[in-house]
């Protein structure tokens, strides 16, 4: 019985070991430099120079995501910046699975970053104004002046609306109305006739 059991042990131990070597001879080291890297996508290519001490030529590419790299921040790789890394091969080729920078301290990193809005541009969008004075450094509920006669939104005029303007092309479908547009089929005219008609009966 306490045969059997140390037996089971030893063979456990035995396969489990074999596993671990198995992994551990799949992990490879490698030196090379960036190929490119997507700081958006936070993705890209390392040149593989050397393999595990040994040159190559030519040279392999390298799978790399920006959670491998080794370093503070906001990670990212510039390309040409040299680093060294671990890697594996798996079904959809070499893959990185630790990238640090030469004798293994934290990468470089690009200086560039992502684009976004900025806080004006998110602010104060593209045909944004308070709708009661015409400002375009606020909105109508923070406006500080007593409410406005209605005026036209094209010219500005208050002796009409923007229905009635006499500076406006005829031929311009009224901006309240290009959303509804935009999103039905642009080949169908129909729901634009009542609304001319209406029109020409005012």
């Known amino acids: 019985m306490f045969k059997c059991g140390v037996l089971r042990q030893v063979v ?4 489990g070991g074999g596993k671990t070597a198995r992994a551990e001879a799949q992990v490879q080291h490698g030196t090379g430099h960036c190929k490119w890297f ?3 996508m936070g993705f890209g290519f390392i040149s593989m120079t050397s393999r595990g001490g040994r040159a190559l030529d030519p040279p392999q590419d390298v799978f790399v995501h920006q959670s491998k ?3 503070e921040g906001f990670r990212s790789l510039k390309e040409g910046e040299p680093v060294e890394f671990t890697f594996k091969k798996s079904a959809k080729g070499l893959e990185s699975l630790r990238v640090t920078g030469p004798g293994g301290g934290p990468c470089a990193g690009s200086e560039r970053r992502p684009k976004g809005k900025t806080v ?5 969008p593209k045909g944004d ?3 009661n004075c015409g400002g375009l450094d606020h909105h109508a ?3 500080n002046l007593p409410p406005q006669p209605k005026k036209c939104h094209y010219c500005l005029s208050i002796t009409h609306m923007v229905a009635h303007c006499p500076h406006k092309s005829p031929a311009s479908p009224p901006s309240g109305s290009q959303g509804r547009h935009d999103s039905g089929s642009p080949e169908d005219p129909a ?3 009542p609304s001319v008609q209406k029109r020409k009966k005012t």
């Open 191 to 193: 729901p634009r006739g």
């Open 141 to 143: 509920k923070e406006c």
């Open 129 to 131: 104004r308070c709708y």
């Open 120 to 124: 004006l541009q998110k602010r104060k």
């Open 69 to 71: 790299l080794f370093m």
């Open 38 to 40: 997507n700081v958006r």
């Open 12 to 15: 456990a131990h035995r396969l």
